[in-house]
């Protein structure tokens, strides 16, 4: 019999007491490094932190841009697939790469970055030179899923499109050109259109 997962999780007051925000929050200082320092972070029950708002799991959302020879901007795109993930999003097109930070990162003296790197990886073979940023963060209350959880937004700028998919629950991934998955943004799944709309803002 498997154990359950255990995930890391934070006191939604502990949130709150910083500074109450819904949406795409880019003020990355006035949180990340106060949560991340928390002694109210702690791993819990999967099971349990998907029904219980008064704590959000912390998730990594890596999103992959590149740049291509014309100056056309494109960001890795997929669809999750039935295996893959929180089964409330499933057949969700999104542009973020990301999950759970879970107990077996907890060896490393930066739990956060190692569960994030763990969850890139599995999900991609990445074999660009890419620069990286914390840009954001996300919190949506508008459904089951968003209730629970906490973005922390990651863009890696790719030296060149050497990205490929390593989970078969990723379907019809790849880079796709930026003004194309803007004029489809109502097809993608709610943080992935809070990125496009405040990383890509329309002139």
Known sequence: MST????????????EALGAFEGFEPDVDRYLKPLL???QLSFQPRSQMEEDPSFKQLIPYVVLEWTDSDGQVHL????????????RLHA???VGIGGHISSEDADSSDLYRTGMLRELNEE????SKYEEQVVGLIYDPSNAVGRVHLGVVHLMK???ADVR???SGLVDSGFAPLAELISQR????????LCLDHLYPQT
Do not use: C
Not at 4 to 15: A, F, N
Not at 76 to 82: D, E, L, P, Q
């Open 124 to 127: 991609l073979v990445i074999e």
């Open 186 to 193: 109502d097809h993608f799944e709610i943080w992935s259109q």
């Open 158 to 160: 790719m030296e060149s």
């Open 92 to 94: 969700k097109r999104s």
């Open 4 to 15: 359950e997962e255990q995930i890391l999780v934070i006191p939604t007051s502990v949130i």
């Open 37 to 39: 320092a928390s002694d």
């Open 165 to 167: 998919n390593n989970e």
């Open 76 to 87: 890795f795109r997929y669809t999750r697939g039935s295996g893959q993930g929180e089964k």
